[in-house]
Each structure stands twice: as structure tokens, then as C-alpha cells.
């Protein structure tokens, strides 16, 4: 079984401020991507990394893909409190089984003004 | 705008009653997946359908949850009967991927708002 931790798991800042979020796994993956939830819907697509290494920018978030793709992380800078949500990572397995992801534990996190 | 529908939004129901959870996946979308969100647990695949045959159920106790795929405009899942365990919000996601079923494919899931069931 492919497990996906989040770290941490919960996270409340102010506005401005800058942040990470970690994503591990002891297994290795073919493709990881990140979506947020917003309360009373379902999970949105803002990245999909698959090179290790790899590095995307999107805006204020930077997300990146650990060398052995076992492990990726999200910064955002300057937080809003429109970054609030529920982040989660989902890794796709390399054995096949088409577009099947396992998602990770979760990282709620919350930006106050 | 294309997007994945789901009804109803909200079920509550007793019990030993049988639910029925409807989804409607992007047209022209070959993949369709349930899932289920708690506290605990956080999201689970249930299953997945690839050009509407059942691709790995793996996740679904077999006992009491089927998933279907009627037409390709239509996916249920059936909960037959609900225990109060099954309170969750059940999800439905629909995608683009490989139309053999084999190969990886980074295509993105795109997610219907949910079904809140609660069974009391």
C-alpha cells in the first residue's frame, strides 16, 4: 500500500506571511500532483510535477518533486486568505493501473488578516 | 462550463435503508471514480470505471456498496443497507486516461461537489 503523509497538519498564519507544506512517502511515484478543497466542494487540480527535481510555479506557490519522486513539497509566499483551504497531494503509482492516485493525509491550512 | 454533477448533495437517511448516490462526469471523460472523504480517514478510492467497465473496486466493502456504470452520462453508487460508518461525504471524479486501462496517464481529476451522507 502506497502512503502519502502530509506534514503539517493543520496550519493557521496571518496574511503575509510564508509557509510550507510536505508531502512524503517511502514510495516512489511516477507523477504527484496538489489540489485544494474549499468547504462544500470537491478538490481542484494546481499542479501535476513528474520529473524529479522538478520545480513549478504557480503565482505565489512553488511546488516541487524530490529527486527519488518519493516526496514533494508546496510553498506559497505572501499568504491571502484566499489561500485557505484544504491542500492535498495524490501520487500516481509507477506499476501501471492508468490514472489511479492515492492521496495524502491532508494539510488544512487557514490565513487570517 | 463542463463540470462533474452529483445528486443529491445531501442524504440523511436511517439505518438498514438502501441509498442511491448519481453522478454525472464530464462528456467525453472515459474515466469515472468514487471516493469517500472523512476526518479520519481523509479521501479513499472506492473504485474506478474505464470506458465504463469497473477497473479495481479494491476499496469498496463488497458486501454492502455496488458501483455501476448504466451509460457512459451515468455512474451510481449503491449503499444496500447503510450503517451509521458509511457518514461521509462520498465524492465522484471523472477524467481522461489511458483507454486500455494500462499505461500511466497524468491527466487531472476533476471533482463533483459531493453527496453529504449521514446515516442516522
Known amino acids: 500500500t502506497q502512503l502519502l503523509e502530509q506534514s503539517p497538519q493543520f496550519l493557521s498564519i496571518q496574511e503575509g506571511e510564508n509557509l510550507t507544506v510536505y508531502c512524503n512517502s517511502s514510495s516512489v511515484f511516477s507523477s504527484l500532483q496538489w489540489y485544494r478543497q474549499e468547504p462544500g466542494e470537491g478538490p481542484v487540480l494546481l499542479v501535476t510535477v513528474v520529473t524529479g527535481g522538478e520545480v513549478k510555479k504557480l503565482k505565489r506557490l512553488t511546488f516541487q518533486f524530490g529527486d527519488a519522486r518519493k516526496d514533494s513539497s508546496l510553498h506559497i509566499t505572501a499568504a491571502q486568505p484566499g489561500d485557505t483551504g484544504l491542500y492535498l497531494c495524490?501520487?500516481?503509482?509507477?506499476?501501471?493501473?492508468?490514472?489511479?492516485?492515492?492521496f495524502g493525509t491532508g494539510t488544512q491550512l487557514k490565513v487570517e488578516l | 462550463d463542463a463540470r462533474v454533477t452529483q445528486t443529491p448533495r445531501h442524504k440523511v437517511t436511517e439505518m438498514g435503508q438502501e441509498v442511491t448516490m448519481r453522478c454525472q462526469p464530464i462528456l467525453g471523460h472515459n474515466t469515472v471514480f468514487w471516493y469517500r472523504q472523512t476526518m479520519m480517514q481523509g479521501l479513499e478510492l472506492l473504485a474506478y470505471?474505464?470506458?465504463?467497465?469497473?477497473?479495481?473496486d479494491s476499496g469498496m466493502p463488497k458486501d454492502r456498496f455496488s458501483a455501476e456504470m448504466p451509460d457512459a452520462t451515468l455512474a451510481t453508487l449503491k449503499i444496500q443497507p447503510s450503517e451509521p460508518r458509511d457518514s461521509a461525504v462520498y465524492f465522484c471524479?471523472?477524467?481522461?486516461?489511458?483507454?486500455?486501462?494500462?499505461?500511466?496517464?497524468?491527466?487531472?481529476?476533476?471533482f463533483g461537489p459531493g453527496t453529504r451522507l449521514t446515516v442516522l
Open positions: 470505471f474505464r470506458n465504463r467497465a469497473p477497473l479495481d
Open positions: 471524479a471523472s477524467g481522461l486516461g489511458p483507454p486500455t486501462g494500462r499505461g500511466i496517464s497524468y491527466n487531472e481529476q476533476f
Open positions: 495524490a501520487g500516481a503509482g509507477v506499476t501501471g493501473g492508468g490514472n489511479k492516485l492515492t
